[in-house]
């Protein structure tokens, strides 16, 4: 016979996994890529800042944040957009290009040539240890852009360590963590890239935090056990990326 003791540990547990299920971000994200041609950068900043972010916010797309590197010189801007769903993701982009508003403001834009000159999309979740992605203001602060591609067949343990580990010794070294997110299942990478963004106070406090991190006992002992059960890295040669990026005057995210 189960004790009312038992029972009762049984029910909070219960209860708390029906919350973590509630609490898990089920919404489909999209990072989209522009470049610019030369000298267009300001001119296609100033789109987005009078018109777009208004024409998204119309066709019920969420602005999460817009950023462009600290070093630019390729005329790059990135930003992340939110949906209920990727049928309400679908809906939201035939109806924005079908807007005659929008059709208008790309004429009077482009009077002089094109502002953009390249744009890449890719459709994301949130891992199950991603903080809910919101907009949100916290200055001063800079924005870390990193990619994972994961060795073979590892991409589920490198999540199970971020989410066992990484996260919160992040956070101990001060590094803010503002979403995690893989591909979609039939876009690139959805077997074996995870990519997030974090935040620091600064560039050189970056530096401090990942110093002291990297030489944290917990660190290296998570790692090493990590690595001791998948049997090498978990992520592939060259696999980690970073990209140091501050928000755009415009960004709901700052």
């Known amino acids: 016979m189960i004790s009312k003791g038992t029972m009762v540990c049984l029910m909070v547990s219960g209860l708390a996994a029906v919350s973590a299920a509630v609490e898990q971000d089920t919404r489909v994200f999209e990072m989209r890529t522009y470049w610019a041609p030369e000298g267009k950068l300001d001119a296609m900043n100033a789109r987005f800042r009078e018109h777009t972010l208004k024409l998204f916010e119309k066709h019920g797309m969420v602005n999460i944040g817009y950023w462009m590197p600290i070093e630019n ?15 309400a993701r679908e809906a939201s982009w035939k109806a924005f290009l079908a807007d ?51 060795s073979e067949g590892n991409l589920e343990n490198l999540n199970a360590r971020f989410r066992n580990h990484t996260l919160k010794l992040f956070e101990k070294h001060g590094i803010s963590n503002f979403g995690y997110w893989v591909p979609l299942e039939d876009q690139p990478g959805a077997d074996d890239t995870l990519v997030y963004l974090i935040s620091h106070r600064s560039v050189q406090a970056a530096k401090e935090s990942f110093d002291a991190f990297r030489q944290d006992p917990d660190w290296l002992s998570a790692r090493k056990a990590s690595e001791e059960r998948a049997g090498g890295s978990l992520t592939a040669p060259g696999g980690v990326k970073s990209l140091f990026l501050q928000a755009t005057d415009y960004s709901p995210t700052k």
């Open 73 to 87: 010189p390729d005329n790059m801007m990135m930003y992340v957009l939110a949906y209920p769903s990727r049928e």
């Open 100 to 150: 005659p508003a929008w059709h208008e403001v790309r004429k009077t834009t482009e009077a002089d040539g094109p502002i953009v000159a390249k744009i890449e999309s890719v459709l994301l979740r949130a891992t199950d240890y991603s903080p809910k992605t919101e907009p949100s203001v916290d200055e001063p602060r800079v924005f870390e852009l990193r990619t994972y591609l994961a």
